[in-house]
């Protein structure tokens, strides 16, 4: 098998001409980000994913991840790995200069990331607990704090984790029970178990930054009593030195489908000893606004998941493709053998995976533009903007991708037939990884509730309002282009009209019974999400036709690029964006139905 | 976990009310089969799925099974519950009474794969597979043939295979090259290598027939030189006493992501020998004919197996539902923490899951009551009409019931959250299981060539053409049932419209260019399929309708039975048959965008 390259051309063209990468680098402290630089960058870290990364991956899905005498030891090749990746400096690039970032823009972060989780998905999912570390305490520690520990995390030194969940306490955060007591010194002693900790613990960095969720002696209940702490590993001194090794250890590690050389952590805190040394991080009882900013970082970077593993699956389907002769395709000659990439049914999920792949990688790297225009724009009310249109595609991002990406991996093993069955072929395995995205940083049925009950009703719909109005340009700017862009117009005006009937029902009947809402918030999510999708592909394929009519001289990759823009887009026009045809009846169809059926009507037998 | 129990009340629903047991008992040879008979066979038959096979599902699962010393090992038990299955006749219940079979109807026959598959699909594969074989014996061999094995084979003391694929001829048979040499005796010796030779070896019973097929040496190239052989692993004496070991050996064993317990054989013919023994079946060079007996058959059990695994599905997630708290569900107290099964998008993913199974079920059992006409019915032109209908819904059935075993087991682990991605709990052994059915016995695109190649075509489309007429009564009977089939008919309507248009394009547009019906196959059975699912939905709410109004006399358990017919089929109105609105863009898009892009284009990076 062929290891993961970097889609760079593609990686390329929505940067440079759909999400605005020069206008980015142009903002205050970008002025290095320049698309030069950045594609000089990337085609640099490209190479040590392809060359270093991703052959880990399958040894890390045969291996897994193991506890021996309380010690958690990741498979074979990993501590490598992930040392090549700190040495380069690569973890600091989007991060604060500050804290010896390398001051990028959030976006370069997260094509990065696409790279990691392409080649190596559990192993990513370290620097990616990272980076949700980092911004609870960027965004809420102290300033001693942010001295003491972000710079050795920036740098990947040292790994960060989120312990949110409990054995009882999973979508239901508010229902944690783990205790922090105030010492005299204003340090807490925290005890109590956390469960499903990634990277909880690792042979890969001297120390881990565990934040952690819980509960003072007296706070209110559920989400209001909750703080945020950070509990190091290693004690660390004023000098920076590690110091004692906190009571925190590792009881087991999960057996999983997927994601098996990620460490997934039972953790028990101050079970033999007064308690874990911790420190406040924000004001007690405020440690839901830190784990909503570890969250909001972490849902995008669980879509980004979703569009790494989608694009691992597209390259392997695409080469096998090539590769595999059975039977005679339409036009081949007969007692000739075609390679399957020949046959339309083949190309159909071939295309289909690369639509959703493409229509993935515009989406999140337009939300990490808006993160970072929200974060830097020299305009006030462009940086509310751009962070309320953040806001709202988060749920979405979070869950289109990784639903796609269960759809793209499966149709991954498919392209193979018997053989994507077998393990040895190793396609499974993005298949197995994928699923985990579905569930974790809130269930995508979570990342529903959310959008309806949060983000739909922002500035009295005006937020999803100006998205729409947004797309409708599209749409008019569709009708002008040709018939080539026929069907993309036809299409994103249906799905235009029925975003908009769907959210006028929810606005009103959302807010009449919570159940209607509620029951529609899936259906909704996905159309929505679908059509966000669409209006990414339709604005790739009108760049490209741009750049197409602007001539390509003699640049024949180019043109041949620019055209698969456009032929992708139309596909997704046809093939996909429709789908939203289907969903309306869905969302109005209200909640009496869903919620009908008795206890024992339900148990069936 | 709970082991499985049988939904034995929603199967006899169907089988009394969807699809006229109690007619089919009418017919000659059936009169046995009245339907309190066939209610008892199958409450006896669930128990023992209960309380043998079910436990030991997960055991296969964790063990797999093993090949030491070129033998296989199948699971701790699994001998032990296939030997149950045996000793008390269950094996032979469907089949001829000529060979000591139960003379019962191919429908329930049906309906015991179906709970077989419920509660250990891996191991239902050596009956299924046997059962293939069985009969292309039954339509294909020598008298002298059918005497020697069949006994054996239908009271289960025997086991089947079908030996189709080999390393280079997957979905392409005719590029099989294995070879069979006649014999002055009359006997043929077997040379070649077979791949994906479910129980190719086990250890369950004391004898295998391997159905192979072939090619002579004079044999024209394609699926016109194949012939079919039976090879038994022990040679069988004119007295039926096991005699000598055949040259039959097993290679290897395949690892791969599901059914881990059905032992997938690499299996060699002859190569410590002038060949393995062979017995012709049929004409030589006719082999295709006996391919296609085994395939139909096999066919449409495993559509089966899809609906066994999702409502196995169904129930772990509805009784884990009903455990699980977390949150506050709407209308609960303050402060009280709520089964999930009281929020809203967990119902609906029940609802989703349970819609999906019933309309399952009632199309698996539909399509074996017309197998049973077709066989039986005393009037010529009805079993024609029968067995057209039977032939045109082979592909919807085995594609369309392992695309939603898919969605519904993947659902079963979204109900559970990050439980369901945990091994130890389970849930993720039908996801992973269900994946090898949408690949297997024809892959779901092998499927939509088939329908849209030769089904559709059929009597110059009059097959399609009758089945939509059927589905329009029930549309006009759905128009006078009153307000709460609303739904049913306004979706019911949509559908058929849909699906009418899509056959006119189809069967213009398909003969002119193969490439625009191939490209549009895929999506013109999942509307097709969706469409036929709807109906079987509208006709069982219809019959409830009928039921309720007729009054319950008092049996509230039965009334609650009914209204959740009706409640489901609605939900599956308004939630899942909408999904037709969204394919009819697809199906009409034409091929050229499929085919448009280049070699270099399609490899992207």
Known sequence: MAEYVAPLR?????????????ELAKLEGFEHADPESVFGVLEEFGRLMSEVWSPTNPVGDAAGSTLV???????????EAYARYVEAGWPAVPFDPAYDGGGFPWLVGI?????????????????????????????????EQRERYLKKMVTGEW??????TEADAGSDVGALRTRAVRQDDGTYRITGQKVFITFGDHDLADNILHLVL?????????????????????????????????????LSIEHKMGIKASPTCVLEYGGRSQGAVGYLVGEEHAGMSAMFTMMNNARLGVGVEGLGLAE?????????????????????????????????????????????????RALCYYQASQIDLAARHPDAAARTTAGARAALLTPLVKSWCTD?????????????????????????????????????????????????????????GAV????????????????????????????????VDSVEQATAWLMERGLADPVDALAAATPYQRLLATTVGGWMMARSALAAGRLLAAGTDGDDDLAGLLEAKVITARFFADHLLPEVRGLLPAVTAGGADVMALTAAQLARP
């Open 312 to 360: 691992r699956a597209y390259q392997r389907a695409a080469e096998f493709a090539g590769e595999r002769t059975q039977g005679r395709a339409p036009g081949a000659a007969a007692g000739q053998r075609s390679p399957i990439v020949e046959h339309p049914d083949v190309r159909r999920m071939l295309l289909t995976m690369r639509a959703c792949t493409e229509a993935m």
């Open 159 to 164: 790994t960060g984790t989120m312990n949110l």
């Open 10 to 22: 593609d990686m390329r063209f929505v940067l440079e001409h759909v999400v605005g990468l020069e």
């Open 111 to 143: 094509v990065l990331q696409e790279m990691l989780n392409s080649a190596n998905m559990a192993l990513a999912m370290a620097p990616l607990l990272t980076q949700g570390a980092i911004d609870a305490l960027v965004h809420h520690g102290t300033e």
């Open 404 to 460: 796609l990406a269960e759809t793209v991996t499966s149709l991954g093993i498919q392209v193979h037939g018997g053989m994507g069955y077998i393990t040895d072929t190793g396609v499974d395995q993005h298949y197995r990884d994928a699923k985990i995205t579905q569930i974790y940083e809130g269930t995508n049925g979570i990342q529903a509730m959310d959008l309806v009950g949060r983000k739909v009703p922002m500035r009295g």
């Open 214 to 250: 819980a509960r003072t002696p007296d706070a209110p209940p559920g989400t209001k009593g909750i703080s945020c702490f950070v509990v190091p590993k290693f004690l660390v001194g004023d000098d920076g030195a590690l110091g004692e090794r906190n009571d925190v250890v590792v």
């Open 464 to 495: 999803v309002g100006d998205l729409l109005a947004d797309v409708r340009s599209t749409v008019e700017e569709l009708a002008g282009a040709g018939d080539a862009f026929g069907p993309m117009h036809r299409e994103l005006a249906v799905a």
């Open 69 to 79: 005498d309380g010690v958690v030891h990741t498979p074979p090749g990993f501590a």
